[in-house]
C-alpha cells in the first residue's frame, strides 16, 4: 500500500507539471484568432483542469484504500496491489513526464503551448529533438495514455456495475478529443515552421522519426 501511495503522489505531481505551461503564453484572442475555439479551450483551461482531476481522483484512490469503509464508494480488495497494467502505465507517466520536462529544458522560453513564433526564434535540433520530430507531444500522448490505465480501477470503485462501462466511454471520449487536438496542432505548427524557416525546417523535418506515423 506504502509504495502505491507514493506512486500516486509522483503521478499526481509529474503529470500536473507536465501539462503546466514552463512560461506565459500567447493572449485569449490571440490564441482563439490563430488556432480555433477547440484548441483555444484544450489550451487555456487545460492546464487548471488537469492537476485538479488527478488531484480528485488521488485523493480517492488513497481513501479507498485506507479506509475500511470507504463509503459512499465501492471497496476493492485489490487496489493497493500492483498489477502489471499498474506498472505498464507508472513508467508510462514516468518516462513521458520526464521526457516533458527534457522539452521544457531544451526550448527554453521557446516553448509555450500556443503555437508561437517569436520574433528571434530559432530552430532548436538538440536532444530530444534530434531524436523525434515532436518529442513534446509525444511525451504528451505518454502520460496520457499511463493516466488511463493507472486510474482506471476508479470506475468501479466510484460506479459500481457500471464502472467498466462508464470508464471505456470515458476514456474512447478523451483519447479522441486528444488525438484530434494533437493532429491539428502538429498540421498548424509545421505549416508555421515551414513558412519560418523553409529549407531548414524540410531538411530537419525528412530526417526526424515520427514516433506515430503521419501524426507526431
Not at 513521458?96 to 526550448?107: A, H, S, V
Not at 471505456?168 to 478523451?174: E, K, P
Amino acid at each position: 500500500m506504502i509504495t502505491k501511495i507514493i506512486a500516486l503522489i509522483i503521478v499526481t505531481i509529474l503529470a500536473s507539471f507536465a501539462t503546466t505551461p514552463p512560461i506565459s503564453q500567447a493572449s485569449s484572442s490571440d490564441i482563439k484568432k490563430r488556432e480555433g475555439i477547440y484548441q483555444y479551450a484544450f489550451i487555456t483551461y487545460g492546464p487548471a483542469f488537469v492537476p485538479i482531476c488527478l488531484t480528485l481522483n488521488t485523493l480517492i484512490y488513497a481513501w479507498i484504500m485506507i479506509s475500511p469503509d470507504p463509503y459512499p464508494f465501492n471497496g476493492i480488495d485489490k487496489l493497493s496491489e500492483w498489477t502489471l497494467v499498474d506498472i505498464v502505465s507508472f513508467a508510462l507517466i514516468l518516462l513521458g513526464g520526464l521526457l516533458r520536462i527534457w522539452c521544457y529544458r531544451t526550448l527554453g522560453r521557446f516553448f509555450t503551448f500556443a503555437v508561437v513564433i517569436q520574433h528571434d526564434h530559432k530552430l532548436i535540433k538538440d536532444p530530444p529533438y534530434s531524436l523525434v520530430r515532436h518529442p513534446s507531444y509525444t511525451a504528451a500522448i505518454m502520460v496520457t495514455a499511463g493516466l488511463f490505465g493507472f486510474y482506471y480501477p476508479l470506475g468501479e470503485a466510484i460506479f459500481g456495475e457500471y464502472g467498466q462501462t462508464i470508464t471505456v466511454f470515458v476514456i474512447a471520449t478523451t483519447s479522441i478529443m486528444t488525438v484530434y487536438f494533437f493532429a491539428k496542432r502538429v498540421q498548424y505548427e509545421e505549416r508555421e515552421m515551414a513558412m519560418k524557416f523553409k529549407d531548414e525546417w524540410e531538411e530537419y523535418a525528412r530526417s526526424r522519426y515520427r514516433f506515430i506515423p503521419y501524426m507526431i
